[in-house]
């Protein structure tokens, strides 16, 4: 699905329009690199805001770097190409699109006057550097209410801006583990299998993004601004669940051999509830059986009669015979195609699904397809891309996608003449030394 | 202009009435407790279903208090509204016109088998924000199949990289409830743009958030890499799934804990770090020879490596590999239990538990990692007893509670 908000071509015309959405109005500093930073001002720019992002030509935003190309062999994450194009990077334009793009040389003098210019124009500031990093370019909470007042500056890091660990370092994996998070998931006996992708990089923007929108909900309701500071490992405490409660509450223990308990439930006893083997290399199907009717369908299915066994009839005799379970339903769905056997599942009603990977949601989905989660972008170096979409449905407003994610500098003379009010020569001299 | 506002908590004097059977909906409820909300959960004379799934205190059910329904409604207000009975709606409008968000988690069937229809409740609440969170959508193809937190993940993408090396060994799900977290913080953020968009324009509105879609958009690297050079990544043991193989990242220690690094052998700065932290504790082996400062040389002898910091770790205690790490610089994490969260003296020192009376007692429970410095936060409340609040918000008519039967 092409989402064009713009008449008039807005994909070969890259420049600045009005913007449209609750954020418009809005505009904000974003010294955000990496994921976690890009991705919760990425929000901010899908509903309005005029995001403009701050980069140094100095050392080129990591996912500007890493290897997403359509034309190039798949590399791993964290292989980096020597004198890479930093426009042609994929994950770059996944998480910047609908920003402004400008560069500044931030460990010069010059460069710091130029941000504060800049700064003095917004009501929002945005970074997620280690903690005193932008302390040492001069940029405190205080500098920047007198530059802005009223201003919201929203700080993003890992541990939080106090604490004896708040210049510890983290990335997605670290936080997880640190968290909690990666030790509550694993099968029993064995080490934890943790998470096969940064979902903390993921919560903690999206928590940041909430974050920044309820500092400007407030800023609206009583003129105060704000510094706002959220942990990436606090974010991951508090997704922890009701584990939290039974140990603070029950004194329970994790460690030993019955915890985490894999597909499994605790609670309720749902069985059978679990990832089954289908037909075909790494098919999967996902059944969760609550209800003594879900099973008698799920059975029916199953020739060799465990419809009649009554052992399996209530969820107590299921749950104490879970093993056996696994075995019955496993060597069923083996045979079985994982969607069309999720399908008859679900026509039985029975709760189930196949296993889904990049690939099928971006091409086979029926019901991403229906709520148009995927949409094209143009972009000059990387051409045509889909761009994960917002997974929010509003009746009167909707993401503005007016441009795919930035050239490098490439709004600098917009911004730096038209918002900052630089005047020609002065621009110009800025370029030459090497500023911008 | 600053008025004294400011300290009050970030939502304070919104208004939200919840009506969710799964934890998506409650988890918002939540949320929007924590930053100062008040938050009415409506629920049907036999309770919220959360009230009946454990864990439970003290290890008893009922009359004890579940406490997975105490995580995820602390903070609320409970009043007992039948909605299957139609007259009753009129009590759920009249608490309606003052509320500035209705929040509903729950199937279209479910919906409509409550007579509860987002476009109408909209329409006739001209400021009302209406959020509903579905499993899959409010139509489409697969708007009335049925999802659990296990079926969710597997269908939106997250499920398809977490699990092993060993493929034999099917795709584990992660752990809390990650498919719902992922819908109530999408619904959080959709209220919160309304709310914005309701300051600037006077009206509120519909907002739909399907859980599928949140996970579709949550898998972080899967969807690029098949976006870009379309390749489906493969499962590794608690690290990137990705297009190849990587080493491990999960190294066990002396006191039978994990403690998480990449061992990156392309810069000169992580490598130096890595030796002389070998070095200290006696056992860099020939890591410092010359032929070791070629990054080729370092990639080729991999495993040789890879073999040295695996024996270095058995000798230290996890946290002791942490701390030092850390001191160092290196990107190290310890793998904490959640019991274990209650003692680490960073979160403790930034007073991230708060202690309160939750009705079974005296307990450690999280605040909102939004910290809004200058806004205080209240005092978390305990999770509600069923229909503690009735009586005050519907009166005590026509509500469908026991003693008006």
Redesign the interface.
């Known amino acids: 699905v092409i989402e064009m908000t713009r008449p008039n071509g807005a994909q070969s015309d890259r420049s600045v329009g009005s913007r449209t959405g609750?954020?418009s109005g809005v505009r904000v500093a974003d010294f955000c690199w990496m994921?976690v930073g890009s991705v919760a001002t990425r929000?901010l720019g899908d509903?309005g805001a005029e995001v403009i992002k701050i980069e140094t030509r100095k050392r080129i935003d990591t996912p500007r770097r890493l290897?997403?190309?359509?034309d190039?062999?798949?590399?791993?994450?964290?292989q980096?190409v020597i004198d890479c194009d930093p426009n042609k990077g994929?994950?770059f334009n996944?998480y910047c699109r609908n920003k402004l793009g400008v560069t500044i040389d931030l460990g010069s003098p010059a460069g710091r006057d130029v941000a504060e210019r800049l700064i003095s124009t917004c009501s929002v500031v945005t970074e997620n550097f280690a903690p005193g990093v932008m302390e040492r370019w001069g940029f405190t909470?205080e500098r920047l209410q007198e530059l802005s007042p009223?201003v919201i500056y929203a700080r993003m890091s890992g541990?939080?801006h106090?604490?004896?660990?708040?210049h510890?370092?983290?990335?997605?994996?670290?936080?997880?583990?640190?968290?909690?998070?990666?030790?509550?998931?694993?099968?029993p006996k064995?080490?934890?299998?943790?998470?096969?992708?940064?979902?903390m990089?993921?919560?903690a923007a999206?928590?940041n993004?909430?974050?920044l929108?309820?500092?400007?909900?407030?800023r609206?309701?009583?003129?105060?601004g704000?510094?706002?500071?959220?942990?990436s490992?606090?974010?991951g405490?508090?997704?922890?669940?009701?584990?939290?409660?039974?140990?603070?509450?029950?004194g329970?223990?994790?460690?030993g051999d019955a915890y985490?308990t894999?597909?499994r439930?605790?609670?309720?006893q749902?069985a059978p509830?679990?990832?089954?083997?289908a037909a075909g290399e790494?098919q999967?199907?996902?059944?969760?059986v609550?209800e003594d009717e879900q099973w008698r369908q799920l059975a029916e299915l199953i020739n060799d009669g465990p419809a009649t066994d009554e052992r399996f009839a209530t969820a107590a005799g299921r749950f104490g015979a879970h093993d056996e379970l696994d075995q019955i339903v496993s060597a069923w769905t083996v045979t079985q195609n994982a969607a069309d056997a999720a399908e008859t599942l679900?026509r039985r009603?029975?709760?189930?699904?196949?296993?889904?990977?990049?690939?099928?949601?971006?091409?086979d989905?029926?019901?991403?397809a229906?709520?148009g989660?995927?949409f094209e972008l143009d972009h000059p170096v990387i051409g045509p891309?889909?761009f994960?979409?917002?997974?929010?449905?509003?009746?009167?407003?909707r993401p503005d996608h007016w441009r795919s994610a930035p050239l490098l500098g490439e709004d600098n003379e917009y911004v730096f003449k038209q918002i900052v009010g630089l005047a020609d020569a002065e621009y110009d001299d800025l370029v030459t030394q090497g500023v911008i | 202009m600053t008025d004294t506002n400011a300290e009050l908590p970030a939502l304070d004097g919104i208004r939200v009435v919840e009506i969710a059977n799964d934890p998506a909906g409650e988890m918002v409820g939540k949320l929007m407790a924590q930053l100062g909300a008040t938050v009415v959960k409506i629920e049907p004379p036999e309770g919220a279903p959360s009230r009946r799934v454990g864990p439970f205190a003290h290890n008893r059910a009922a009359p004890n208090p579940s406490l997975n329904f105490t995580h995820y409604n602390l903070g609320k207000q409970s009043a007992v509204l039948d909605l299957t009975e139609q007259e009753r709606h009129a009590r759920l409008a009249a608490l309606l016109t003052d509320a500035d968000v209705l929040l509903l988690a729950m199937t279209p069937h479910d919906a409509a088998h409550a007579g509860l229809d987002p476009d109408a409740l909209a329409a006739a609440h001209d400021r009302l924000i209406v959020a509903w969170i579905t499993p899959f959508g409010p139509d489409g193809p697969w708007a009335n199949r049925l999802t659990s937190d296990l079926v969710g993940l597997a269908l939106g993408g997250p499920l398809h990289t977490c699990g092993y090396d060993d493929h034999s060994l099917p795709p584990i799900r992660p752990g809390g409830n990650q498919g719902y977290q992922s819908a109530a913080t999408f619904a959080a953020i959709g209220i919160a743009l309304a709310l914005i968009d309701r300051d600037k324009t006077g009206r509120g509105q519909r907002v739909d958030v399907p859980m599928h879609e949140c996970l579709a958009v949550n898998t972080e690297l899967a969807v690029p890499y098949w976006i870009y050079p379309r390749v489906v990544v493969k499962r590794q043991t608690c690290r990137h799934a990705q297009p190849s193989p990587t080493a491990p990242a999960l190294f066990p220690t002396a006191d039978g804990r994990f403690v998480y690094i990449v061992l990156v052998l392309a810069d000169k700065k992580p490598w130096d770090l890595v030796v002389s932290w070998l070095a200290e504790a006696g056992m860099a082996v020939d890591l410092q020879d010359d032929r070791f400062s070629d990054p080729q040389y370092r990639q080729d002898n991999f495993s040789y490596i890879q073999n040295i910091l695996e024996c270095f770790f058995l000798i230290k205690n996890a946290d002791e590999a942490y701390h030092e790490g850390q001191a160092r610089g290196l990107p190290i994490g310890v793998l904490r239990s959640p019991e274990e969260l209650y003692e680490d003296e960073h979160l403790a020192s930034r007073d991230f538990f708060e202690e309160i009376d939750d009705g079974t007692g005296t307990h450690p429970h999280a605040r909102s990692p939004i910290r809004i410095a200058g806004s205080a936060a209240r005092p978390q409340r305990p999770a509600p007893l069923l229909g503690a609040h009735t009586a005050e918000l519907l009166g005590r008519a026509s509500t469908g509670v026991r003693s008006d039967v």
Do not use: C
């Open positions: 609750p954020l994921g929000l509903f290897p997403f190309y359509k190039g062999s798949a590399l791993t994450y964290g980096e994929g994950l996944n909470y009223g541990y939080g106090s604490g004896p660990h708040q510890y370092r983290s990335y997605g994996p670290t936080v997880q583990a640190v968290s909690g998070l990666s030790f509550v998931s694993g099968l064995r080490e934890p299998s943790g998470w096969g992708f940064s979902y990089d993921n919560q999206f928590y993004s909430l974050a929108l309820v500092a400007l909900l407030r609206t309701r009583t003129g105060a704000a510094e706002v500071d959220v942990s490992v606090e974010v405490v508090s997704l922890l669940g009701p584990i939290l409660e039974e140990v603070a509450t029950n329970r223990r994790t460690r985490p894999g597909n439930l605790e609670w309720p749902a509830h679990g990832v089954y083997p790494d999967w199907i996902a059944i969760a609550f679900q009603g029975v709760p189930a699904g196949r296993v889904q990977n990049g690939r099928d949601l971006v091409e989905d029926p019901q991403l229906h709520l989660t995927f891309a889909k994960e979409g917002v997974p929010l449905h509003f009746s009167r407003m």
